[in-house]
């Protein structure tokens, strides 16, 4: 009786057992027929889910993987394992001509309705159009039949193998498979350093964001404490940490030389100098870093390495060599070990693009009491005037510019500034170096607008610009604030110095203003650098 029960029971168990794997197979069967229906429905209204981009394992990945494998190894030198590159997977229109696509690519995700940036960048003053870019006013001439080698030139950046400095061999890759890094350089010409409507900036500001980290070191030489930090993808970013929290002022009882620099200082400084549409800053973004994992444990700099320590607190801190505030007393801490601090994109090597240092005419004595020359002559700017490269061209008006973006942002450290040294004297200034902005904003120092002041002229796509940011609704202040909100870091300025820009930018016009009025021609003080497009 026993094992009839236990025969019974068993039959039954595989009965049951067959049913379930029968309804298995049934809704297996049932979700394949089904997905293509699904597919074919999202391909048609366009409503297929967008988190992923495209699955993983869709061949029309494929290509753009092996394409961009290969052309990270010939840029390596080697057959190490790489990353993907930084461009995201199934994003972006594939590039017929990789120069238009770089100047004039698909902005509309930029303008979002509602947007006052958006509408700012469609206003007639930001599409005023640019000069022809031939080859001999690109930074970079793309040789298709040369590859493109990178290795350590015993610098901190990555140069070419080629012997010939104006070539930038790339391998027979498509444009569009090229890390944002390369792209950037790639796009820099004589009139600017990267285009109005550059679709690549998202893509760019987002990696330096979040792309992992490989290598960490020092940077030599400046005052204070910066690393170089290199990514999977052989870019390069220069790291500033965080020193001050946002609502901090610079001590009264500063000197100027001795100030802090501010990482959101140069966050806020790229998107400033993009608003004024000036564009000579290279692109900054804000990132969280762990000092433990991106820093400490991958460094190979052993001064560096002898600098960690835990607080008392238990908070992993560093300090590094430099001439300020490198010692356990000015030790930069993580909470515990997460640090705030910005990241730019590094300009190509030097070795591959050099650049030119000018000692700024206007340059501050760094002496606890001596004066400049500027400071104490009021005619000083007529003996500029004649002094080449300020004799002829644009190069004092390119100055002003900068003076304006100094003053807007309070750096009283413009002490030298740089160009490509490829284009002469005929290109615009690059505006670097800009962690002692935004230190003050209960003081506004009018000395720093004194190029300004003295040569009373300024580029009248300039002082149109600056009229328009002054009145609604294109506020300088609102500008900002919205271009600063999508920092991962954001808020970034305390409001304070948003409030600050629109007094300063009203003390700019009034100094134009009292130029105009003393001024026998008016065109002297407004040169007209847009001819009948204004």
Request: with cysteine; proline share 7%; net charge positive.
């Amino acid at each position: 009786m026993r094992r009839r029960l236990q025969t019974l029971v068993q039959r039954k168990f595989k009965i049951v057992l067959l049913l379930l794997l029968l309804l298995a197979l049934l809704l297996h069967l049932a979700m394949d027929l089904a997905l293509p229906t699904a597919r074919r429905r999202w391909s048609c209204d366009g409503k297929a889910p967008k988190a992923s981009g495209a699955m993983s394992g869709s061949p029309l990945l494929a290509g753009p993987k092996k394409l961009s494998l290969r052309i990270l190894q010939d840029f390596s030198g080697s057959n190490g394992s790489l990353e993907k590159s930084s461009h995201p997977q199934g994003v972006g229109p594939r590039a017929k001509d990789p120069e238009i696509q770089h100047q004039h690519g698909d902005v509309n995700q930029a303008r979002t309705k509602g947007s006052k940036l958006a509408a700012l960048f469609e206003h007639p003053l930001y599409n005023i159009p640019m000069p022809e870019v031939t080859d001999k006013d690109k930074l970079f001439v793309v040789n298709p039949m040369e590859k493109f080698s990178l290795q350590s030139s015993g610098s901190d950046e990555w140069v070419s193998s080629s012997k010939a400095e104006t070539i930038l061999p790339t391998g027979k890759t498509a444009y569009d498979t090229y890390p944002a890094w390369l792209k950037f350089h790639v796009g820099i010409n004589r009139y600017e350093l990267y285009p109005r409507r550059d679709p690549l900036m998202p893509t760019l500001l987002h990696d330096l964001a979040t792309m992992r980290i490989v290598s960490s070191v020092q940077k030599s030489g400046g005052t204070q404490l910066k690393l170089i930090m290199t990514f999977p993808n052989y870019g390069q970013a220069l790291f500033k940490p965080m020193k001050q929290s946002r609502d901090q002022e610079t001590p009264v009882d500063f000197f100027y030389f001795s100030d802090f620099e501010r990482h959101n200082a140069e966050i806020a400084a790229f998107h400033l100098d993009r608003i004024l549409d000036f564009r000579r800053i290279p692109p900054v973004s804000g990132r969280l870093v762990n000092i433990t994992k991106e820093i400490r444990d991958i460094t190979t700099d052993k001064k560096l390495a002898k600098t960690f320590f835990i607080s008392p607190a238990g908070n992993v801190c560093f300090y590094g060599e430099c001439s300020y505030y490198c010692s356990t007393e000015h030790a930069l801490c993580g909470k515990p070990d997460q640090l705030e601090g910005s990241m730019a994109a590094l300009l190509p090597d030097k070795a591959l693009a050099k650049r030119r240092s000018w000692r700024s005419p206007w340059r501050r004595s760094y002496h606890k009491s001596k004066k400049a020359e500027w400071e104490l002559n009021p005619n000083y700017c007529a003996q500029v005037r004649q002094t080449p490269p300020y004799d002829r061209g644009h190069r004092l008006l390119d100055l002003i510019d900068m003076t304006v973006l100094d003053f807007l942002m309070g750096n009283m450290d413009r002490h030298h500034y740089e160009t490509f040294e490829k284009f002469g004297n005929d290109t615009f200034l690059l505006h670097l170096d800009n962690g002692r902005g935004f230190g003050t904003h209960s003081h506004d120092e009018m000395s720093i607008l004194a190029p300004l002041q003295q040569c009373c002229s300024i580029k009248k796509s300039t002082y149109l610009r600056l009229q328009l940011l002054a009145t609604e609704p294109y506020r300088l202040s609102e500008l900002l604030r919205e271009a600063l909100a999508d920092d991962p870091l954001a808020p970034i300025l305390a409001e304070p110095h948003l409030r600050a820009l629109d007094r300063r930018l009203g003390k700019v016009l009034a100094a134009v203003g009292r130029c105009l009025a003393r001024a026998a021609r008016p065109g002297e003080v407004v040169v007209d650098d847009v001819g009948p497009w204004v």
